[in-house]
């Protein structure tokens, strides 16, 4: 059981550490994210420096690498728990510190969604739903992001204490990577507060 462990962890860091938005942007735009917008590789940073329809690809690969992860560990080590949450937070740990780009990845955000999405459907949801209506409404995914991610908290919370469905690791799981958005988009909350955060456009890709 320990070396299907280490090797479903070490498949979820490689599978995680994919960044799709880097690569699109080279491959189909000659253009590095590293040197534009923000200077992160995540699905925003794609969106706003190569367009909506390449952040939407950008945003849904990174997504499936939580899915797929979470879809490898369960094939081979089926419904424990903590390996589960493990192998979430090491593709998102991956997709944060990326070692094809010296560890230097995303915020995390679009590769928590397919863990949740994954993991824990409901709350998945319920944090999907906010994250739309919140970016729609004020245009900035930074707060979209973070107000899914504290959606996404309060539900679980309100599951484990309430019905007792899923494990209460699940619910330190979505603690954890809330604090990691949180953290990762401390400068975004810092702009938000300044009025000099940037809006998402949604426009034809360049």
Do not use: C
């Amino acid at each position: 059981m320990i070396s299907e462990l280490i090797i479903i962890l070490i498949i979820a860091y490689l599978l995680g550490s994919v960044p799709f938005g880097f690569l699109l942007g080279k491959i189909f735009k000659g253009v590095d994210l590293r040197e534009h917008g923000s200077g992160n590789v995540g699905a925003t940073n794609a969106l706003r420096v190569l367009g909506w329809k390449m952040g939407v690809i950008a945003m849904i690969l990174d997504m499936m690498k939580g899915v797929t992860a979470i879809m490898i560990a369960r094939s081979i080590l089926p419904e424990q728990d903590l390996l589960l949450i493990s192998t979430g937070l090491v593709v998102i740990l991956g997709h944060i510190f990326t070692i094809y780009l010296r560890f230097k990845g995303g915020k995390g955000v679009a590769t928590s969604a397919g863990v949740f999405a994954a993991l824990l459907p409901i709350p998945f949801l319920f944090a999907l739903l906010s994250f739309i209506i919140t970016t729609t409404l004020s245009r900035f995914v930074s707060l979209g992001s973070i107000v899914a991610a504290l959606v996404l908290v309060i539900t679980q919370t309100i599951f484990t204490f309430r019905n007792g469905v899923q494990s209460p690791w699940y619910l330190v799981l979505a603690l954890v990577v809330t604090l990691f958005i949180i953290v990762k988009h401390r400068a975004n909350i810092k702009r938000l507060l300044s009025g000099t955060e940037n809006r998402i456009h949604f426009r034809s890709g360049r």
